[in-house]
């Protein structure tokens, strides 16, 4: 248990769905991410967020949507997706964007999209 | 813009093996380097880290050290068990800016017994 979780571990949608994952840290870190992680591809960076506040978006289709109510909690709701998006996505999350920290990681969500 | 470029896997050897992963950078100023391991159906777990030029990082037996003249961060270990078979990512952090970790596209290593 790294004290990053997230839900579900699996999950299996069709494209028209309408589907959320889940990240939470009880770490009191400050700064929190969300990685596409696909068969034979390096680690794409999506989204970041500090203090709540998105401060990155690497050009990710607006079929996924981001949400951070509080430092705790990390959302990535997803919809109309195609079957190119299916992945491991990570969750991490950091005690601040600062250069010498390192990320604690989620087990992540396996992602199938049908 | 900073980049990591990670030895090709798979990398297979066989238990008490000496391992050697070769990590290099590129990047502006002095980042902050990280090794991390991805274990089977588990998320990125930080295994060491180093933040300045001839630190050394270890954990578990692995270790890497900043070489700022070469820009390498090699990750070793001298006896290698089954246990370590997993994918293992170097990663680095600029100094530039709020800038996320820039990750390498991961070396496979599987020990066999």
């Known amino acids: 248990e790294t004290g990053v979780t997230q839900t579900p571990r699996h999950l299996v949608m069709g494209m028209t769905n309408k589907k959320s994952l889940k990240c939470e840290q009880h770490?009191?870190?400050?700064?929190m991410y969300w990685y596409k992680q696909s068969a034979k591809k390096p680690l794409e960076l999506m989204f970041v967020?500090?203090?709540?506040?998105?401060?990155e978006n690497n050009s990710v289709p607006s079929r996924f949507s981001p949400e951070c109510p509080n430092s705790s909690h990390l959302f990535l709701h997803l919809h109309t997706l195609q079957p190119e998006d299916s992945a491991l996505y990570l969750c991490?999350?950091?005690?601040?964007?600062?250069?010498?920290?390192?990320?604690?990681f989620g087990s992540g969500t396996r992602l199938t999209v049908v | 813009g900073d980049s990591v470029t990670q030895m090709e896997g798979p990398v297979t050897l066989s238990e008490e093996a000496c391992l050697t992963i070769?990590?290099?950078?590129?990047?502006?100023?002095?980042?902050?380097l990280f090794w991390y391991v991805q274990y089977p159906g588990e998320g990125l777990q930080l295994l060491l880290k180093?933040?300045?030029?001839?630190d050394k990082g270890s954990n578990k037996g692995f270790e890497a050290t900043y070489r700022k003249e070469t820009t390498s961060f090699h990750l070793e270990k001298g006896s290698v068990q089954v246990s370590d078979s997993a994918v293992y990512f170097c990663?680095?952090?600029?100094?530039?800016?709020?800038?996320?970790?820039?990750f390498g596209k991961g070396t496979r290593l599987s020990v066999i017994a």
């Open positions: 991490a999350s950091s005690q601040d964007l600062g250069v010498s920290y390192g990320y604690t």
């Open positions: 770490l009191g870190h400050n700064a």
């Open positions: 967020y500090s203090l709540e506040e998105r401060v």
């Open positions: 070769n990590c290099t950078y590129t990047a502006t100023g002095y980042p902050s």
């Open positions: 180093a933040t300045k030029a001839d």
């Open positions: 990663a680095l952090r600029s100094f530039s800016g709020n800038t996320p970790l820039v």
